[in-house]
């Protein structure tokens, strides 16, 4: 069992790593012989033998010995040729589970907020009403901006896990409550725009309202439908149509792209998410043309076909679009406007209350022990 268990870890890594069996070999200074006999579960390696593979893979040896967490509710649609599915994967299921271990040793579990939204009369399922019913069920007023996506999700039993993988095809997943969730998982590899982030998450959460009926992980397939729908709901989530509305009257006077990029600052949303509820608005109007054009007359540049789409018709605007990278969003928000707390607030408190050990923290947030101890000598400036 044991040497199935390690086999299947150094596969699933070497894989993520795009590494061969001859490339991993080389690096751990061992034969390709000696490598390909662990891997197809023919001899059970040394302890010093597998220091030396998890040095060349470049993570914990506990991660090559310890059984992977299966989760089953899933909502990962991914492209085939994405390669990182089985890693991430294992990485979330041990995330969740560093997260409901905490929460447990601290007694500081939140209820999830999502059972009491209950379905619409007859069964309606529209994501703009939706929307509205959710942000009543957090406690936000009908025109409020979200300030703190991250903190809104997690002080209502959401789950908010970062990942980061250099991938333009991989923005997130979601996790339901019957595998340790509900939790939006987002990547915040550095050339997606924060802006993507903080739309992905609300996206995630859409798909955990809308269609949890849908979560099976061995379902890969986009359903362009329910990413429609998802779209939808993450857009009135954010910039509820009341709100945008009185901040559109209030930029009255402005130039159309200085508009635009005010409201997406007002809301952290995308330029293209501000633009799309204006077509959405006003049928009829090219407003993709007339941003593309003032802004070029602005700025002195003129967008390419990869920074702004053409005259995207409301039906186009699906999750399988690619966002631009982050270089290339203007006036694009920090990382600092998308920041996941409560993990790390777990962590301080479980130090604090002798539940765990400095060198569990940093396991559990994936620092360097050495990190860890600054991190932990950063928590005496407090009040």
């Known amino acids: 069992m044991e040497n199935e268990i390690i086999a299947g870890n150094l596969l699933r890594l070497r894989k993520s790593k795009k590494l061969t069996q001859q490339k991993l070999a080389e690096a751990s200074g061992i034969s390709r012989v000696g490598y390909r006999k662990i891997e197809n579960r023919e001899s059970k390696p040394r302890v010093d033998t597998l220091k030396a593979i998890a040095a060349a893979l470049e993570v914990n040896i506990r991660e090559l010995v310890s059984p992977v967490r299966q989760l089953s509710h899933v909502r990962f649609r991914s492209q085939k040729t994405f390669n990182n599915r089985e890693q991430i994967l294992a990485e979330i299921g041990e995330k969740l589970e560093n997260y409901s271990e905490l929460e447990s040793l601290l007694n500081l579990q939140i209820d999830n907020k999502l059972t009491k939204i209950k379905p619409l009369p007859g069964g309606k399922r529209d994501p703009k009403e ?5 942000r009543k069920q957090f406690k936000l007023t009908a025109d409020e901006p979200i300030v703190n996506i ?3 999700l997690e002080a209502n039993g959401v789950k908010v896990i970062s990942v980061r993988r ?3 095809n991989f923005f997130g997943l979601s996790v339901s409550a019957l595998d340790g969730g509900p939790a939006v998982i987002v990547n915040i590899w ?3 725009p924060v802006e993507r982030w903080i739309f992905s998450a609300v996206h995630e959460l859409g798909h955990l309202i809308l269609h ?4 099976d992980v061995r379902e890969i397939d986009e359903n362009l439908e329910e990413e429609k729908e998802a779209n939808l709901f993450a857009s009135y989530f954010l910039m509820p149509q009341e709100a945008f509305v009185r901040e559109w009257k209030n930029t009255y006077g402005l130039p159309l792209s200085g508009r ?3 409201i997406k600052r007002i809301f952290k949303v995308s330029y ?3 633009l799309y509820r204006l077509h959405e608005n006003i049928p009829g109007m090219n407003v993709w043309k007339l941003f593309q054009n003032d802004y070029r007359q602005r700025y002195g540049k003129t967008l390419t076909s990869k920074e702004e789409p053409s005259a995207l018709e409301a039906s186009d605007y699906s999750g399988s679009v690619s966002e631009e990278c982050k270089a290339h969003e203007p006036g694009n928000l920090s990382p600092l406007d ?4 409560r993990l790390w607030f777990l962590v301080r408190k479980g130090i604090e209350a002798g539940k765990i050990t400095l060198s569990r923290g940093a396991e559990v947030l994936g620092l360097s022990l050495v990190n860890m101890r600054n991190l932990s000598r950063s928590w005496e400036v407090g009040i």
């Open 338 to 341: 998308f920041q996941c707390e």
């Open 272 to 274: 293209k998410t501000v």
């Open 260 to 262: 635009v990029l005010k």
């Open 150 to 152: 991250c903190g809104l």
């Open 166 to 168: 250099t991938s333009e």
């Open 212 to 215: 949890l009926p849908a979560f």
């Open 190 to 192: 550095e050339r997606i």
């Open 130 to 134: 939706v929307a509205d019913q959710v």
